[in-house]
């Protein structure tokens, strides 16, 4: 079975930094694209960044030039370097990703359970 773990969440002052990862484990063929979602207090999940198999990258306007998406194919890990952080980035951190695994060899979607980033003014 294929899980996503989120690891790196916690306090941080405003401006200050964080690094998140996420690692996928399990009976693995493949992983397309990898990203990161997040979902603010009374909010829905959104888009922060996404980084296919071959390094393209997008990024949401709100992030661009603060956060920077990374991954390690052979470690089967996304990474999320988040810099400048502001109150407004707190949120559950969501990882995402398409994995391809024998019994489905087209690849699905799967989440992680998600990291709290709280970001104090």
């Known amino acids: 079975q294929v899980q996503l773990v989120e690891s790196g969440g916690g306090l941080v002052q405003t401006g200050g930094s964080r690094r998140l990862s996420c690692a996928a484990s399990?009976?693995?063929?493949?992983?397309?694209?990898m990203g990161w979602y997040r979902q603010a207090p009374g909010k829905q999940r959104e888009l922060v960044a996404v980084?296919?198999?071959?390094?393209?990258?997008n990024y949401a306007d709100s992030v661009k030039g603060r956060f920077t998406i990374s991954r390690d194919n052979a470690k089967n890990t996304v990474y999320l370097q988040m810099n400048s952080l502001k109150p407004e980035d707190t949120a559950i951190y969501y990882c995402?990703?398409?994995?391809?695994?024998?019994?489905?060899?087209?690849?699905?979607?799967?989440w992680g359970k998600g990291t709290l980033v709280t970001v104090s003014s």
């Open positions: 995402n990703a398409n994995i391809a695994t024998p019994t489905n060899v087209w690849g699905m979607e799967y």
């Open positions: 980084i296919t198999r071959g390094g393209s990258i």
């Open positions: 399990g009976t693995i063929l493949s992983i397309d694209a």
